[in-house]
């Protein structure tokens, strides 16, 4: 594995946004976001829906042996810190200084909390398209979740992180359901907007709408494009996002992420997931 700088100062100004606009890759960053990304997208049902639903899902999915991690994208540090208390080396790429800032301080308590060894995680500020140069890998084990919605060019993202890839390393990979959003907004009433198939955000101000939704034939297109394998493919939050009137009741919440267990991986269930969550592998080099 090659050595890797943990500094946060690594990052061009060429790829800051200013504000709350995109990049000039045309990509979405969240600083000055990291409040309203924390309350909108964890600190409500639909955020510990989608963390349990990884923390049942990635033991089944993915071949753990405390490989070297790389979380591209890592935003909030909650996937870094999964892999890390199961004792995986995990480096954090995150673009934006606010979310590395708000990852750090609550890695810093699970640190202070003996949970895992100060070593266990180092950070990285860069956005995916310098990952080549600054973390090359090759790596056994390659993380990036909810990030290609939020790309401006997310097909050659998916080569970048091929390229990442040992021979024979796995690669999970979680994206916006464009086709789940598209059946959210008929649900919510939008259907001139599902009818013109106009979903994007536009990754303005506040709002928190993925400028780059893609779909399953999009993903394993890529994906084969690049010499990758699927392995394995499920639905994250299969049903939570089109309840009419969700409950709030503990028992409730139960009852719903036990269906969101069960039916997961079933066809036709899984497709309308507003995450689809995917396991690829890079074939073993032939000799």
């Known amino acids: ?66 490989q070297p991690v790389l979380d591209v994208g890592g935003g909030l540090g909650q996937l870094s810190g999964w892999f890390a208390e199961r004792g995986h080396a995990v480096t954090m790429a995150e673009p934006s200084q606010d979310m590395l800032a708000h990852a750090n ?22 956005p995916l398209q310098l990952l080549p140069q600054q973390a090359p890998g ?7 979740h909810a990030v290609l919605e939020w790309l401006g060019e997310p097909e050659q993202a998916v080569q970048t992180l091929a390229s990442l ?16 959003l598209r059946f959210s907004n008929v649900i919510k009433g939008n259907l001139k907007k599902a009818l013109s198939d106009q979903l994007e955000g536009k990754g303005k101000r506040q709002r928190l709408t993925p400028i780059s939704p893609v779909t399953h034939d999009e993903v394993c297109q890529w994906a084969a494009n690049n010499g990758l394998l699927m392995d394995s493919v499920a639905g994250i939050r299969i049903f939570q996002d089109y309840l009419r009137h ?10 719903l992420l036990a269906l969101e267990k069960q039916y997961c991986r079933q066809d036709p ?19």
């Not at 979405?28 to 964890?42: A, H, M, P, Q, T």
């Not at 090759?138 to 990036?144: A, D, F, K, N, Q």
């Not at 390393?169 to 916006?176: I, N, R, T």
């Not at 269930?269 to 000799?287: I, S």
Request: charged content about 20%; overall charge neutral.
């Open 246 to 255: 969700p409950s709030a009741e503990e028992s409730d919440q139960a009852t």
């Open 138 to 144: 090759p790596w056994p084990l390659i993380t990036c």
């Open 165 to 180: 890839l040992a021979p024979g390393g796995q690669l999970s990979l979680m994206v916006f359901n464009r086709d789940a």
């Open 1 to 66: 594995m090659h050595p890797l700088n943990t500094s946060t100062s690594h990052i061009s100004n060429s790829h800051i946004a200013k504000g709350y606009e995109l990049t000039q890759a045309g990509d979405r960053y969240f600083d000055g976001l990291v409040d309203k990304f924390s309350r909108s997208l964890y600190q409500a049902p639909r955020g510990e829906l989608r963390l349990a639903m990884l923390d049942y899902l990635l033991p089944q999915m993915l071949r753990l042996t405390a």
């Open 105 to 126: 301080a609550w890695h810093d308590e699970r640190r202070a909390a003996g949970v895992w060894p100060p070593e266990q995680l180092c950070y990285l500020a860069a």
């Open 269 to 287: 269930h899984w497709r309308l997931g507003r995450y689809l969550l995917y396991t690829f592998t890079k074939p073993e080099a032939y000799v």
